[in-house]
Structures are given as C-alpha cells and as structure tokens.
C-alpha cells in the first residue's frame, strides 16, 4: 500500500495514488501546483483542455527555456502527464463515489507529484560502448474532501 506525504481523516477525504507513472515529473508538479484547490469538475474541463492543445500550461516551476504561450508567459501543453493525472483523479472520484460522497461537490484538497524509481537502460554507442539511458517516472498522489 502507497505511503501518502500527508494524513486525512479517511472518514470525510477519497484518495488516489498513481505510482511509477511513464511522464516527466517537472510537468507533473506544474500540472499539481495548477489542480491544487480546484473543484473536481473544474479540474477535469482543464486537463481535458490541455489534452487538446486548446489551453496551456503556465511553468511555475522548471522554467527555463520553456516558449513563452499567449497570455500566460512561460507554458506548455503537457499532454502525457495530463493524461495519467485524469486518469488518477477519475480513479479518487470513483473511490469518493464507492465511499458515499457528494461527487459534484468534491474539491482537490491535496495533491502531489514527486520523482519515482528511474528505469535504467541503455543506448548503444560507437565502438562497442554504451551511454546510460534512464527513464524518468512519475508518483502521483490525489486526496478529495467534500467541499463546503
């Protein structure tokens, strides 16, 4: 069972966690530090959007060399990770669902995205070498409380 960074009253929150999850963690903590605070429906229309190119990303954090979007500064349509985030967020609406709660009336009161384990490979170089070729995976952690 996942260890979450933070403790709820299991009684009034429904939690989700995706582990090891094949996306960049920097668009991920972009797309938490985005989701913090929202409203369930709220949410999934913005992921949604930036699934389909049609709103971007504003890059709080890892922000350098990132091309700067129309009315938001430095962004990105971080499609991968958006994809996996809804799919988590979709996966705690199911278990607020299963547990009795309000699921319109769900706000995100938590959620976190943090490096998981790197997927280590490699890639064939000349002369009979070989350069590390790591993959980067994601933990996602999701925790609803029924909002006031």
């Known amino acids: 069972m996942p260890k979450y960074s933070t403790e709820r009253d299991s009684e009034k929150s ?9 996306c960049s963690p ?9 989701l913090r605070g929202m409203k369930t429906e709220v949410a999934k229309k913005y992921l949604e959007e930036v699934i389909a190119l049609k709103r971007a990303l504003p890059a709080i954090y890892h922000k350098q060399k990132v091309h700067h979007q129309k009315g938001i500064g430095p962004g990105s349509f971080p499609q991968k990770a958006a994809k996996y985030m809804l799919k988590i967020l979709l996966n705690a609406e199911n278990n607020a669902e299963y547990k009795g709660f309000d699921v319109e009336n769900m706000k995100i009161v938590h959620i ?5 384990r790197a997927i ?3 890639m064939p170089r000349a002369q009979g ?3 590390d070729k790591d ?6 952690e999701i925790i609803l409380e029924e909002a006031e």
């Open 120 to 122: 280590h490979g490699i």
């Open 14 to 22: 429904a939690k989700a966690y995706g582990y090891e999850l094949h």
């Open 26 to 34: 920097k668009d991920s903590v972009n797309l938490a530090y985005a």
């Open 112 to 116: 976190c995205a943090y490096r998981g």
């Open 135 to 140: 993959e980067q995976t994601t933990d996602i």
């Open 129 to 131: 070498r070989a350069t």
